[in-house]
Structure formats: C-alpha cells, structure tokens
C-alpha cells in the first residue's frame, strides 16, 4: 500500500529555517513527480514546490523562490523540503503529494494520486 508521511513541521522565529521530510514506502518515490503544498486556515491548497520524476527538474512558487530548496534522497526514499528565512505568511500546513501519472513537474493539487497527513509549520515571534 502506497503511502507518504510527512515530518519536520514545527514553530519557528521569522527568519528561522525548517526541514520538512516526505517518507515513502509501498512505492518509489525516485521514479514519480512529488510535490509539497501548503494550506493556510480559510485558504486553498496551494503549490510550493515540485521535482519531477523524469529529469529531476523543480518548480517553485514565487513566493517561496530563493527561500526554499525541494530535493530527493533515493537511498532514504525520502523528498525534503528545506525552508530558510520563514515568514508569518508560510504559517500553513504542508502536504506532500505524488503525481504517479506525470513526467514532468505537476502543480494541480487535483492530480495528485497519494498524500501524506500534513505537518503544520507556524512561523511567529
């Protein structure tokens, strides 16, 4: 059985940085586009990054551009997600998700076969 777990969420300073982790078992990761999403309370679901599965290739949101890495360990089957100079603004929870049909990068939430059960990050003084 196909499944993702994300971790690493937690409370953080302005400024401050995180690591979220996406683990995956029952598949593997290396050969399907991941992406992370966010969802603030009262907001959609919304693209951070992705990295395909074809070439590896990334996609950032402008929001979060510069500030946020996404990056794959094959070994661990595991994709991070490193946050740097978190704002108040990327206070929402982080999903990570699997687009086992794409080959490219993938920024439709809707297209997304398999998610994991969010992590919150709070960004706050």
């Known amino acids: 059985q196909a499944q993702l777990a994300e971790s690493g969420g937690g409370l953080v300073q302005p400024g401050g940085s995180l690591r979220l982790s996406c683990a995956g078992s029952?598949?593997?990761?290396?050969?399907?586009?991941i992406g992370w999403f966010r969802q603030a309370p009262g907001k959609e679901r919304e693209v951070v990054a992705c990295i395909s599965s074809s070439d590896s290739s990334t996609y950032y949101a402008d929001s979060v551009k510069g500030r946020f890495t996404i990056s794959r360990d094959n070994a661990k089957n595991t994709v991070y997600l490193q946050m740097n100079r978190l704002k108040p603004e990327d206070t929402a929870v982080y999903y990570c998700?699997?687009?086992?049909?794409?080959?490219?990068?993938?920024?439709?939430?809707?297209?997304?076969?398999?998610w994991g059960q969010g992590t919150q990050v709070t960004v706050s003084s």
């Open positions: 029952g598949f593997t990761l290396e050969y399907n586009t």
């Open positions: 998700g699997a687009d086992i049909e794409a080959m490219g990068v993938s920024i439709i939430s809707n297209e997304y076969t398999y």
